[in-house]
């Protein structure tokens, strides 16, 4: 029997094979579609970016500008009637298993093209080739393998071929937005699905993304693996890619009281702030009143489900859907007050309108009266907070 040009193989050698072709294309996804074309963040060496849109048109037949504009419709509609892909408009069993269904029908959309389709490649191979011949890369991709690695091929090419509808259009769009960790209470459920780096490149820090979505990083904490970082470092080392923007990180120093390098940090990390502020401020009180309430109350119990509320999802729009929950809040003043400074602290930076000088003041205020609650957790959560800055800056 013909076993290709490589001959027979030991079965792990087809399993490396399968996991390297796949890896280079989520690799493709992730820097070229994702962090260069969608959003800008870095610039890569003009071979690189062709060798990621040669191998796409080999590995997935998509085109990118159409992967760009369903993307960005994504960010600019997110959670919304219009998101080309929400399990919260779609479900989430619809956008797990047919999300590739999603994204073709969208792809016909030419009002989405020609919208979020901007500044994508529009050169003489992206026209005649790429654009026009869409299965005439998958299907080079089949012979290629037949030829490589003889009837087996066609299994290797198979699992090519569900790789990115299954990861990408599924998992990214529909768990990545319904089950996982949140670092930042972005005004979304997008979520953290570790612990598959090295599976889906980085894409699983998806809540993280949604926070700072400009970012050429996606990692944000200790114990968070972005390999599409790891390989965007590895191609500036040797002059092949340029990181335009990353996510500011702030730092925290003594400071007596607020002052404009606070706010910079604040209103840029806006959304770990609010986060921070559900677990550190909101979840530790909510204890405190659970300890404090008989272990046969009623009201325990609920004390309970706000805390696991506030904690998983990073201070939501709204604490809960739950109408019993949310008179848990209404029935202690210690829990209006904490509710009330979230609101006050979130409008700060809501006011597009307010100078800087005014958001100083605001800030400054906040700090000082949440300082005067006499609420250990919001004071601490406020000294903290005015001592908020960003590296390589000084102070005002």
């Not at 029997?1 to 490589?6: S, V």
């Not at 073709?104 to 989405?112: H, I, K, P």
Request: with cysteine; glycine share 8%.
């Amino acid at each position: 029997m013909w076993n290709g040009i490589l001959g027979s193989l030991p079965w792990w050698g087809y399993i490396l094979i399968v996991l390297a072709a796949t890896h280079i294309t989520i690799v493709s996804v992730t820097v070229f579609l994702h962090r260069h074309q969608a959003h800008r963040a870095l610039e890569l060496h003009p071979v690189v970016s062709h060798f990621f849109r040669f191998w796409l048109w080999l590995t997935t037949g998509m085109v990118t500008r159409e992967w760009v504009a369903i993307h960005r419709k994504h960010h600019a509609k997110v959670e919304g009637p219009e998101d080309p892909h929400s399990p919260q408009v779609y479900g989430i069993r619809k956008v797990l298993l047919e999300g590739a269904e999603l994204y073709r029908a969208e792809a016909e959309e030419e009002a989405t093209l020609d919208r979020y389709g901007k500044g994508t490649p529009d050169d003489w191979m992206e026209r005649n080739v790429y654009q026009r011949f869409t299965m005439g890369g998958i299907s080079l991709m089949l012979v290629l393998n037949l030829v490589l690695f003889g009837p087996i091929g066609l299994s290797i090419w198979g699992v090519q071929m569900l790789w990115i509808p299954f990861w990408a259009a599924g998992v990214i769009n529909g768990a990545g937005h319904y089950w996982g960790y949140r670092n930042h209470a972005s005004p979304d459920t997008s979520t953290n699905i570790v612990p598959w780096g090295i599976i889906i490149g980085g894409e699983e820090l998806h809540n993280n993304h949604h926070a700072h979505a400009g970012s050429a990083k996606f990692s944000h904490r200790k114990g968070e693996f972005d390999i599409g970082w790891l390989y965007i470092r590895l191609m500036e080392m040797v002059g092949l890619a340029r990181v335009k923007k990353v996510a500011p990180v702030p730092e925290v120093v003594a400071k007596e009281e607020a002052d404009y390098e606070t706010v910079r940090a604040v209103v840029a990390n806006r959304f770990q702030v609010m986060a921070r502020y559900s677990k550190d401020v909101m979840a530790r009180v909510l204890k405190e009143e659970e300890r404090q309430t008989e272990a046969s109350s009623p009201r325990r119990s609920l004390l309970r489900r706000a805390r696991a509320v506030v904690r998983r999802e990073g201070a939501p729009p709204e604490v809960t859907g739950s109408s019993q929950l949310d008179s848990v809040f209404q029935d202690s003043e210690t829990l209006r007050t904490v509710q009330q400074y979230k609101e006050r602290l979130q409008a700060i930076w809501k006011q597009s309108a307010a100078t800087r000088e005014q958001r100083l003041n605001a800030l400054r205020d906040w700090c000082r009266e949440a300082e005067a609650t006499g609420i250990e957790a919001l004071q601490e959560f406020a000294a903290r907070l005015r001592g908020y800055t960003l590296p390589n800056s000084s102070a005002a």
